[in-house]
């Protein structure tokens, strides 16, 4: 299968690579053209998206923010070949995917939304998680590629349920960092050895995902991003924009939590950076 990966970053490096070692032809288009170009020789390096997309059966796109999605898409939908399948793999706004879903079933395209979970870590070994949106006889048709990327995949219905899926997701993630944080700086307050502390945590029923993998990290201050703080600040302000008039205070403390760590120069950062937003209360 002929297959255009749009976003070369993080996450969208590694799960490129997976198609591409699974025997599809790739081809690779960033908007900084060095990641894309970096992939050659085994992915194709597309200079723009209209000069690879007529040669594709599929397109995966998982780029920033809802912006970029909808600015990929409108030119997507103006060069789309018909009856290509269109994937979106950005956590970004569920509206938005219903919209450009309206828009591919019009010019005869097809497209899921189909946003992802487990990190860089995640998407170096192939273990993602992947909630999907839209028609199912096209998440069947897409379901083997998604294999190459992910462990656990889920149809969770009609289209744009899949980022509603992951707007629940990064709210329970939300809630579950920021335990770890305050756990640590409760810890800490009271001179207990914090290596112990986390073999406590990971030993017993409080171990999770973020203790394992962020929990080190909090202690050691080591911030490089396996997801960065504007990225997840920019899910949980999507997921507060959904929620209506459900009382989530835990969504609306972390969300203002990450706010601040944002303002305070920790975008570009992990987001186990959150225990800086308690240290710096401390001081």
């Not at 992915?43 to 040669?55: R, V």
């Not at 591919?104 to 097809?110: E, Q, R, S, V």
Request: overall charge neutral.
């Amino acid at each position: 299968m002929k297959i255009l990966w749009i976003g070369t970053g993080v996450m969208g490096t590694p799960m490129a690579k997976h198609l591409f070692e699974a025997g599809h032809e790739v081809y690779a288009y960033n908007r900084t053209p060095e990641k894309a170009k970096a992939l050659e020789p085994d992915i194709k390096f597309c200079k723009s998206i209209e000069s690879c997309i007529k040669h594709v059966d599929i397109v995966f796109t998982i780029v920033g923010f809802p912006k970029d999605v909808k600015e990929t898409y409108d030119i997507i939908l103006e060069h789309a070949k018909p009856k290509t399948i269109l994937v979106d793999m950005t956590t970004s706004s569920p509206s938005l995917a219903i919209e450009i879903y309206k828009k591919a079933k019009a010019k005869n395209l097809d497209f899921l939304d189909a946003p992802v979970t487990g990190g860089d870590l995640g998407a170096i070994h192939g273990r993602l998680s992947i909630m999907v949106g839209g028609d199912f006889n096209i998440y069947e048709k897409v379901l083997p590629l998604f294999q190459y990327m992910g462990k656990t995949i889920t149809y969770m219905g009609e289209s744009g349920s899949g980022m509603y899926a992951k707007l629940v997701n990064q709210t329970v993630i939300a809630g579950n960092i920021m335990g770890i944080a305050e756990g640590l700086i409760l810890a800490k307050s009271k001179n207990l050895d914090l290596d112990h502390m986390l073999n406590v945590i990971v030993g017993g029923s409080a171990s999770s995902w973020q203790a394992e993998h962020n929990g080190r990290k909090m202690i050691d201050h080591d911030y490089e991003p396996g997801f960065f703080v504007k990225h997840f600040l920019k899910d949980l302000k999507l997921a507060m924009e959904e929620k209506g008039n459900l009382d989530l205070k835990v969504l609306e403390i972390a969300t203002k939590a990450y706010d601040t760590l944002s303002k305070n120069e920790f975008n570009e950062k992990g987001t186990q950076a959150i225990i800086e937003y308690y240290l710096q209360k401390m001081m």
